[in-house]
Nanobody, 124 residues
Framework: QVQFVESGGRLVTPGGSLRLSCAAS????????IGWFRQAPGKEREGVSC????????TYDNTVKGRFTISRDNAKNTVYLQMNRLKPEDTGIYYC?????????????????WGQGTQVTVSS
């Protein structure tokens, strides 16, 4: 079945960096766009970034644009999220998810399968 395993989350001080990984299995990885989402305590889940099936097209939420970079390695069935200049408001559980299409749009809809998430805490 379709599965995602996120890793790389931990406690980091403001201004620091982290790289999250999302390992996928159970489907033809190279056919789908993949997104990263996050959920802060007491808040709804929000979209962070998306990468097209080929990796040539990416989208970012305005709150992370210029600080986060999404990438993928289709040979390893893995998507990455490089997070730089982290802020306390970046704290939350980060999830990856499969989009039902090969491309990304500015809408954070049309995702059908989610991982269990990895905790990122930005605090001094």
């Amino acid at each position: 079945q379709v599965q995602f395993v996120e890793s790389g989350g931990r406690l980091v001080t403001p201004g620091g960096s982290l790289r999250l990984s999302c390992a996928a299995s159970g489907f033809s990885f190279g056919r789908y766009a993949i997104g990263w989402f996050r959920q802060a305590p007491g808040k709804e889940r929000e979209g962070v970034s998306c990468i097209s099936n080929s990796g040539y097209s990416t989208t970012y939420d305005n709150t992370v644009k210029g600080r986060f970079t999404i990438s993928r390695d289709n040979a390893k069935n893995t998507v990455y999220l490089q997070m730089n200049r982290l802020k306390p408001e970046d704290t939350g559980i980060y999830y990856c998810a499969r989009r039902v299409y090969s491309y990304c749009t500015t809408s954070w809809s049309a995702y059908d399968t989610w991982g269990q998430g990895t905790q990122v805490t930005v605090s001094s």
